[in-house]
């Protein structure tokens, strides 16, 4: 492990013993980039100590329920959550306040995504397939660029989720 502690990318691809709490982050104090798919954990604490970490994915993680950890990695630029069935809500995001592109993608449990802060870097927010998600949940968030913001297939229509004025996106209720 000695060996791997410079470390900057990690993919890790399905069940590998030892795996079940990602401890073996905390070692990796370098990593940048970190993709999980279908890697039964249920929690990611252990990420909080990848102060470096700048990419974060977790694809088909059937078992993930807390996001925990990530509101820690102050560098994170790209936070991208697909198909995660348990997974129901978010770490405080306006602690990421270097966040550049979020997507949340088929998260059927997820009802809410927690206070967003002022992203004056968000480039990208995509929600697709979360339908206990709703528009009451999507916090205003200001940015410098016209985000490129997509909603689909959720309790609302991005259409009237949202209106877009002066670089803001302010939620519209139904």
């Known amino acids: 492990m000695a060996q791997c502690r410079a470390l900057r990318e990690l993919n890790i691809q399905g069940t590998f013993e030892g795996l079940a709490d990602l401890s073996l982050l905390t070692q990796l104090l370098h990593l ?9 954990v249920r929690r990611i604490q252990a990420v909080a100590s990848c102060s470096q970490l700048r990419d974060f994915e977790a694809l088909g993680c059937g078992r993930l329920e807390s996001v925990n950890g990530l509101q820690r990695c102050g560098q994170l630029r790209t936070l991208r959550l697909a198909s995660c069935p ?3 809500g978010m770490v405080p995001l306006g602690e990421l306040p270097r966040l550049k592109k979020l997507e949340l993608r088929d998260l059927p449990q997820l009802v809410s995504i927690g206070r967003m802060g002022d992203w004056a870097d968000l480039e990208s927010f995509k929600i697709e397939r979360c339908p206990y998600l709703k528009s009451a949940q999507i916090p205003r968030v200001r940015s410098r660029r016209l985000p490129n913001f997509q909603a689909t297939n959720a309790v609302f229509e991005p259409s009237d989720m949202c209106l877009i004025h002066k670089g803001y996106i302010i939620p519209l209720l139904r």
Do not use: H, S, T
């Open 32 to 40: 940048e980039k970190l993709r999980l798919k279908e890697v039964p």
């Open 86 to 88: 348990r997974l129901r």
